[in-house]
């Protein structure tokens, strides 16, 4: 699957594919190599989603081996090794002003009642929002930033 946006990990081609030792689904634990590669494709990158998911489990970034998903500063490791300009932030207010025109942003964040965590892709299209495997879609949902409270954040990455 090369250089398609991916709107929800639940869907396919991509939902059925393993991650990490524990052979968890995408569709149950990849929504960070899902961020990843929406975010790259976004910036203009050239990405093949399996790479990704490949590279991400070879530099050991699915977390207590891919049960929880991906360890949510790992995502440097990725972007260091293929040389892709990111700023990391670990407060939600830094990150949301950051967030502007032009800009991809990845949010890791609790999931509603604190169940879990979820990496999101972000961006800005005509003054809107809007986000990427924020829920099982088909196409891009808008987003309000106010979803991300400082209680719910961890962290952002923006390309």
């Known amino acids: 699957m090369k250089e398609k946006l991916i709107y ?5 081609p991509i939902a059925q594919l393993c991650y990490g030792r524990t052979r ?3 569709a149950k634990t990849g929504c960070g190599a899902v ?11 050239n990405a093949v989603f399996e790479d990704v998911l490949r590279e991400m489990e070879r530099l050991r970034m699915p977390w207590m081996f891919g049960l929880f998903g991906t360890k ?10 293929n040389n892709i300009p990111y700023e990391n932030y670990l ?5 949301k002003n950051a967030l502007h025109d032009g800009k991809i942003g990845i949010v ?4 509603r009642g604190f169940k879990g ?7 800005r299209e005509n003054d809107n929002l809007l986000s990427l495997n924020f829920i099982s879609s088909n196409k891009a949902q808008s987003f309000e930033l106010s979803e991300i409270t400082p209680l719910r954040f961890v962290t952002g990455y923006i390309l």
């Open 8 to 12: 929800g990990q639940c869907n396919s």
């Open 24 to 26: 968890q689904t995408v």
């Open 35 to 45: 961020a990843v590669y929406n975010a790259l494709v976004l910036s203009g990158k």
């Open 72 to 81: 949510p500063f790992a995502l440097r490791r990725y972007f260091r090794k």
């Open 91 to 95: 407060s939600s207010k830094s990150f």
């Open 108 to 111: 890791c964040a609790w999931n």
């Open 117 to 123: 965590l979820h990496f999101y892709c972000l961006y």
